[in-house]
């Protein structure tokens, strides 16, 4: 089983920047897509970008495209994600998770997730 630990999140103004982490233990992660995932207050959670295990196949949502840089160290096994140009709407508990057939597929169940205030 793997067990997934995110951080890095924190409170932060509009236009600012932050990196979340995504640290696994147990079994390597380093086979499969990884994904980040958001939910904000009162909303669904919603898929956020994914990188593929050797890093050549990532996807992003739209409202995060070009703001937002997904990767992962795999000897490390930890997935990073980059997010600048931060708004409002970005404010929300962020996860990440095993990514099978463009789906999140959670080792077990959803890790605690980091939360990101986002500040106007």
């Known amino acids: 089983q793997v067990q997934l630990v995110e951080s890095g999140g924190g409170l932060v103004q509009a236009g600012g920047s932050r990196r979340l982490s995504c640290a696994a233990s147990g079994r390597t992660f380093t086979s499969y897509t990884m994904g980040w995932f958001r939910q904000a207050p009162g909303k669904e959670r919603e898929f956020v970008a994914s990188i593929s295990w050797g890093g050549g196949n990532i996807r992003y949502a739209d409202s995060v495209k070009g703001r937002f840089t997904i990767s992962r160290d795999n000897a490390k096994n930890t997935v990073y994600l980059q997010m600048n140009s931060l708004t409002p709407e970005d404010t929300a508990v962020y996860y990440c998770?095993?990514?099978?057939?463009?789906?999140?597929?959670?080792?077990?169940?959803w890790g605690q997730g980091t939360q990101v205030t986002v500040s106007s």
């Open positions: 998770t095993r990514v099978v057939g463009g789906h999140a597929e959670p080792f077990g169940s």
